[in-house]
């Protein structure tokens, strides 16, 4: 199974090695920042909305999206003002551990800005880094030796 998300193009999934591939996400009308996917369990699927890029043709999202069964049903999962999610990185051996790395309103001060974990799968956020309510975070790497280590 193979994932692909696209900013204004969605969330497409193909179980054939890209022979045919099916909207996934259609039914949400936020753009797409980034999608990662669980290492042991490919149904466990999050979208983080928003595109990354800061240009003027840019549209923001709502927050995070969370799917446990392949794309066939989502949850929204909370970090709604954050608007832009630059980067969504999960744990390799706990996916209930994640963490995002987000942007904020691009134009203006906004203090949803930062990098944010959650050890319950979504259900709760903590901001676990945060510079001041102008600079966001596009980009997050896990240590692959460490992934309790991150560079954002």
């Known amino acids: 199974t193979i994932y692909a998300g696209m ?4 969330v497409w999934k193909t179980t054939n090695a890209g022979t045919t591939w099916e909207p996934i996400f259609d039914d949400h009308p936020a753009t797409v920042g980034d999608l990662a996917v669980a290492r042991w369990n490919h149904d466990v699927v999050w979208v983080g909305t928003g595109e990354r890029n800061s240009l003027r043709s840019n549209s923001w999202g709502d927050g995070l999206y969370k799917s446990t ?5 989502w949850s929204h999962m909370g970090l709604t003002e954050t608007r832009e999610i ?10 209930s551990v994640v963490y995002v790395a987000a942007l904020g309103h691009l134009w203006g001060p906004n203090p949803e800005r930062g990098v944010y ?3 319950d799968g979504g259900e709760s956020w903590e901001r676990v880094l945060f510079v001041d309510d102008t600079t966001g975070f596009v ?11 991150l560079y954002a």
């Open 7 to 10: 900013a204004s193009g969605g």
């Open 86 to 95: 630059g980067r969504i990185a999960i744990h390799p051996t706990d996916s």
């Open 69 to 73: 069964d392949g794309g066939r049903n």
């Open 117 to 119: 974990k959650t050890t």
């Open 139 to 149: 980009d997050l790497k896990m240590d692959p030796s460490n992934p309790d280590v």
